[in-house]
């Protein structure tokens, strides 16, 4: 979720909080147009202007997704973009990783299960609290805790120990070799001093944090805005603007309005929208490279979809080509896995054809018994092929695939019925009915495809939602990330990637380039390759305290 990870309700109980931090997607709380407006109003209410006293202007960008929680140990930012945190490491616009509040990246011993890591001196938390080992330790306690309603706990099982040998040492103890781990240390550190001794679930800390990065959390309005404010004394050096005002506008339609409007600096849109702004000079489109892929969900818990002849057949029948041309407008490539094409672990040989071939699907479903039968849906021992296909109604490029699956599906004699939801109706309804999801991240394999296709996983919320299960697939995900040695672990990744392509528990559409529309006159802007969440984190505006305003 990164997995998109992510929704806006006030927390209630840790099974809802639990719920809400695995979401494919975060839930959307759709703010009224008076409380839009306020938006505005509060934006305007501060320096606008690139050369002023205080050092900067305030920029406005707008994104559907809200989080649940500021809080890394809760999921917030931790790939490396949280803006009001910094970890260990951090990326750098191709990606690579960098040192962050380390003096320079860890080191690890021979065998693999000790990594070191040594603190730049003097870098403080907001409060002017002076950052220590302690707090680095704390953090990753406090994600290993299971009275913390965290998701990163599976992410870091490799954990045996953290502790600070003195204020500036950090010294990891993994139970077993972890090739990646050193990407695992993007996660923000939390000041232990705060959040010692209280209940990390609940805390008022989750809405009104203190870290070390480059903005401080001066409100939030859940369902409306969050202010971000410069931090005079972060260690990176002071952020070229004063605010930072990140807009939660969960339509597509309206935030492209309010763009238009002026309301914002830059803001995420859908292609199709976004292509709107193409030919208008006052403002310039960005269509960022990712690794976030889209695609059917296909539960196992459903008669029809049990069948692996009716998803081999989805699987030829599906146009990826006419939607990357039609839906996306060419902003994105046909999708066949969850290791984009990009990674060096993807394996060419899954990579099936772009169009459709609906004579081949044809021939698999007569086979397998599907016969044409009534209004030119099949069947099979007197069960039609028809099921539904959810999608979250507010995300019009999720309704515009269902859409296009439905009616590839339709050409094969399978009835597919698209239904628009809120994630509180498609929550309980995953196990039976399809689901069009997004995930993907540029990083490690492991980091989404562990939790997302592990038998071990199967039916947790939407970690592996449809329950698949393959020993096979579970094998191969485990030695890719028990292996050090990069070779094995490509053998490993292949493996798996085949298994899935013959297995099909997924339906892969497309990659996506994320689009962004910002107006000409914001300057700083670098797009890297994006992850699949792409929020108050990791969009665009990854490295907004650099943007100015000409």
């Known amino acids: ?284 489109v960005q269509r960022v490279p990712t690794a976030d892929y889209r695609g059917v969900m296909l539960p196992m818990g459903n008669p029809v979809l049990a069948d692996p002849a009716v998803r081999r057949a989805l699987n030829l029948a599906v146009d990826r080509a006419a939607m990357v041309s039609g839906i996306l407008g060419g902003a994105g490539e046909p999708a066949f896995g969850p290791v984009p094409p990009t990674s060096e672990f993807a394996d060419p040989s899954t990579v099936g054809t772009p169009t459709a071939d609906a004579t081949a699907a044809g021939a698999l479903l007569d086979a397998a018994g599907w016969r044409p039968g009534s209004g030119g849906v099949r069947a099979k021992d007197g069960r039609p092929a028809r099921f539904t296909l959810m999608y979250p109604a507010t995300d019009t490029l999720r309704k515009d695939l269902a859409l296009a699956v439905t009616a590839d599906a339709k050409k094969i004699g399978i009835e597919v019925t698209p239904a628009g939801l809120t994630w509180d109706a498609i929550d309980p309804r995953m196990k039976s009915d399809a689901l069009l999801m997004g995930y993907g991240t540029p990083y490690d394999p492991d980091f989404v495809s562990y939790k997302l296709f592990s038998s071990q996983f199967a039916g947790q919320g939407y970690f592996n939602p449809g329950s698949y299960r393959s020993e096979v697939t579970d094998r191969a995900l485990q030695q890719g990330r028990d292996q050090i040695d990069p070779a094995l672990r490509k053998v490993a990744y292949a493996q798996f990637q085949k298994q899935l392509a013959a297995d099909v528990p997924w339906l892969f559409l497309t990659y996506l380039r994320h689009t962004y529309v910002l107006k000409s006159s914001v300057q700083g802007a670098t797009p890297r390759v994006e992850a699949h969440e792409h929020g108050v984190a990791n969009s665009i505006w990854w490295n907004i305290d650099t943007w100015t305003r000409s």
């Open 1 to 284: 979720m990164r997995l998109h990870l992510h929704a806006h309700a006030p927390f209630t109980t840790p099974q809802e909080r639990s719920v809400t931090r695995i979401r494919p997607t975060f839930r959307r709380l759709v703010a009224s147009t008076a409380a839009a407006g306020m938006l505005v109003l509060a934006a305007c209410s501060a320096p606008t202007t690139p050369d002023s006293p205080a050092g900067g202007a305030t920029l406005v960008v707008a994104t559907s997704d809200e989080p649940d929680a500021l809080n890394p140990v809760l999921n917030f930012g931790v790939d490396g973009a949280a803006l009001i945190f910094d970890g260990l490491v951090a990326r750098d616009g191709d990606n690579r990783l960098v040192p962050g509040l380390a003096t320079a990246l860890p080191t690890v011993s021979p065998d693999g299960r000790t990594v070191t890591a040594k603190l730049r001196d003097g870098v403080q938390f907001h409060d002017g609290t002076t950052l220590s080992a302690a707090d680095v330790a704390f953090t990753y306690q406090a994600v290993l805790d299971p009275k913390v309603d965290s998701t990163l706990r599976s992410d870091l099982d490799m954990v045996e120990s953290v502790t600070a040998p003195d204020a500036a040492t950090v010294v990891f103890r993994l139970r077993y070799p972890y090739a990646p781990f050193l990407q695992r240390l993007t996660l923000g550190i939390v000041p232990s001093k705060l959040l010692s001794g209280q209940d990390i679930n609940t805390t008022g800390f989750n809405r009104k944090p203190i870290g070390t990065g480059p903005y401080k959390v001066e409100s939030w309005t859940p369902g409306d805005r969050l202010v971000l404010t410069a931090n005079e004394r972060y260690f990176g050096g002071r952020p070229a603007n004063n605010r930072v005002v990140v807009a939660f506008v969960a339509d597509d339609n309206v935030r492209a309005q309010r763009m238009r409007a002026g309301e914002f600096d830059a803001a995420e849109l859908p292609p199709k929208l976004a292509s709107g702004f193409d030919a208008d000079t006052t403002y310039r």
